[in-house]
């Protein structure tokens, strides 16, 4: 479950951020969209609302997000992060078609962190998984 709108905001209080009406709207918006937005999709639908903001605002907003640990960044190597503001620990389903990033839960693999460590002697910070496939719209579609 993600935080809800509330808590993330008394915990952007505690930790000092300044709470303007641009990082309000990033942060309700990534709270409610399950889609794993980029930078560019957040910035989109939120322009019609503030006129002055720019791709590099939201940019900076969801680094500040980030430090306080409200949002996960998913770098890929392509330079289009997405953006998470569930911070529990889950699993993602990437459509390959489509590009949708689907949550899905299963028992953290702590396992194969501890093997890692073992074997590479790396003081193991995580690790990500991703399961990859096409999602059941665009099963639909190219069926058709
Ligand atoms: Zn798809
Ligand atoms: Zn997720």
Same mark, same amino acid.
Do not use: W
């Given at each position: ?9 008394a915990k952007?209080?505690?930790?000092g ?8 709207? #990033?942060?309700?918006?990534?709270l @409610?969209?399950?889609?794993? =937005?980029?930078?560019d ?5 939120? *322009? ?7 791709v590099a605002?939201?940019?900076?907003n ?5 430090e306080?640990g ?10 289009s992060?997405?953006f998470?503001?569930?911070m ?5 389903a990437?459509?390959? #078609?489509?590009?949708?990033?689907? @949550?899905?839960e299963?028992? =953290?693999?702590?396992?194969?962190e501890?093997?890692?460590? *073992? ?9 990500r ?16």
């Amino acid at each position: 479950m993600a935080l809800h709108l509330e808590q993330a905001l008394a915990k952007l209080k505690m930790t000092g951020v300044r709470m303007t009406p641009q990082r309000h709207a #990033i942060l309700s918006y990534l709270l @409610d969209s399950m889609t794993h =937005p980029t930078a560019d999709d957040i910035y989109k639908s939120l *322009e019609a609302k503030f006129p002055n903001m720019s791709v590099a605002t939201v940019y900076n907003n969801l680094k500040v997000f980030i430090e306080v640990g409200l949002v996960k960044e998913l770098a890929y190597g392509d330079g289009s992060s997405r953006f998470d503001a569930d911070m529990t620990d889950h699993y993602h389903a990437l459509c390959e #078609i489509c590009g949708k990033i689907v @949550d899905f839960e299963y028992s =953290p693999l702590t396992n194969v962190e501890a093997i890692a460590a *073992e074997q590479t002697g790396f003081q193991v910070r995580g690790h990500r998984l991703e399961i990859y496939g096409t999602c059941p719209e665009c099963i639909g579609i190219t069926k058709h």
